[in-house]
């Protein structure tokens, strides 16, 4: 009886965790954490100084979505790594079967002609403890399923975007490197950035650019900006202003 008194206060400790668990917001700093990782000992975002860095969570190791998707960042990670951009991926596995992943997924990555190293560490969190921190944890009949979020921390530690993704839908890799230079961009030059940008793209102004007089200084700012409707502003790529 006592044990069973134990058991079921246990559970509902976890469940109170796993109900209470929130999502971080957007604009706040990313929660810090220790722990054990196939590169060694990692505090993050600590251990990562002042670069950009990508947190992708996966629900469970080995599982055919998840490996397509990290098959594919190993062979974009020289890209992420050109933006200033530090990887790194959570599972809530543990360590042994982390080198396991990896190491099948190098082997994979060989046999089909990209002999390609992981850099990026795989976090181990078997307890969920780092999963809960991120508010990953979402279904009531099995809290691990939905360990599916991407989240782009800026070199302040400020989350700057979060997104999370079904256990049967890969991620668009493609749209993180793009989120990661929208990002980046509109706060380089204190831009907005419009719908379906690509690195190249025109640009949208925060403010009016340019005043009366200042067109009648510089005539030629009518030529790096137009306006679309009634407030949209856009900036041409590649202009520069005119003093």
């Not at 082997?107 to 307890?127: A, R, S, T, W, Y």
Request: aromatic content about 10%; glycine content about 4%; hydrophobic content about 40%.
């Amino acid at each position: 009886m006592k044990k069973s008194i134990l058991l079921i206060t246990a559970i509902y400790i976890q469940l109170t965790a796993w109900s209470q668990a929130a999502i971080p917001l957007l604009g706040t700093e990313a929660p810090s954490f220790k722990a054990v990782t196939t590169n060694g000992n990692l505090e993050f975002p600590k251990d990562f100084e002042d670069h950009w860095k990508i947190l992708l969570s996966h629900p469970k190791d080995f599982t055919q979505v998840c490996t397509s998707e990290i098959l594919a960042l190993a062979q974009m990670q020289e890209e992420f790594l050109e933006l200033g951009v530090k990887l790194a991926v959570i599972s809530t596995d543990d360590l042994r079967s982390h080198f396991e992943w990896k190491l099948l997924m190098e082997d994979i990555l060989l046999e089909n002609g990209n002999p390609v190293k992981i850099e990026f560490p795989f976090i181990e969190d078997h307890n969920t403890r780092i999963s809960n921190k991120y508010g990953m944890l979402h279904a009531w009949e099995i809290p691990t399923r939905d360990v599916r979020g991407v989240f782009i921390i800026d070199p302040d530690n400020i989350i700057q975007s979060i997104n999370f993704y079904p256990i049967n839908i890969g991620r668009n890799l493609e749209e993180i490197k793009r989120a990661v230079m929208a990002l980046q961009t509109s706060e380089q030059d204190q831009v907005l950035i419009p719908v379906n940008w690509k690195p190249g793209d025109d640009v949208m102004m925060k403010y009016v650019p340019y005043s009366e007089k200042e067109l009648a200084d510089n005539p030629g700012l009518k030529d790096q900006y137009y306006k679309v409707g009634v407030n949209m502003w856009y900036k041409k790529h590649g202009t520069t202003e005119i003093d």
